[in-house]
């Protein structure tokens, strides 16, 4: 999966992600955050209960899994409530746009709105809602490929999920 932030979403650290997912919220890739004005750039593994980062210098540092919702917790993706698939059920004015392939897969477009106490189970600390357009596979409407949103002032956060139900492990660093 990638994740990625273009212009200023208040409340939001995270500028890209890119990474793999398992359906039981592990995760493991790498990241670009905003702190103090500054990117850096980091490594991520996060497991059942340990959230591992590494920055630009030094190992990995253990956090507890509950802080990763601080920076980012890229298992929110796949939620089931909070995740791409649960905004789904709360679209508002939802339409259809237009049938077309994304990666390679045959999907639909589909576009609404989504409002913020919706939006924030999946980016927390955003506080407008948003413009969203979402492309569902064609041959199974439960398996989202991509996501954008698009905010006042112009931000936009696009996901992009590819390899859906392959396998992945996750390991923690050595």
């Known amino acids: ?9 208040p409340g939001v650290p995270v500028r890209s992600i890119e990474g793999d997912l398992t359906g ?15 990117l850096v750039e980091v490594e991520f593994v996060l497991t059942a209960d340990t959230l591992y980062l590494k920055g630009p210098t030094g190992d ?31 679209l508002r004015r939802p339409r259809t746009l237009a049938a077309e392939e994304v990666a390679g897969t045959p ?23 948003a413009d969203v357009t979402f492309w569902v596979r064609s041959d199974d ?3 989202p490929v991509r996501a954008s949103a698009e905010f006042d002032g112009g931000a936009t956060v696009d996901i992009t999920l590819s390899e859906v139900n392959e396998p992945v492990t996750v390991e923690a660093p050595a």
């Open 1 to 9: 999966m990638t994740l990625d932030v273009a212009g200023s979403l």
């Open 24 to 38: 039981e919220g592990e995760a493991v890739g790498t990241g670009t955050l905003e702190q103090a004005g500054q």
């Open 60 to 90: 990995h540092q253990e956090i507890p899994a509950a802080f990763a919702s601080s920076v980012y917790d890229p298992s929110a993706i796949l939620d089931p409530e909070g995740g791409i698939a649960g905004l789904l059920t709360d």
């Open 107 to 129: 999907a639909y477009e589909l576009g609404g709105t989504l409002p913020p106490e919706t939006l924030s189970g999946l980016l927390p600390g955003v506080d407008s809602g």
């Open 141 to 143: 409407s439960r398996l």
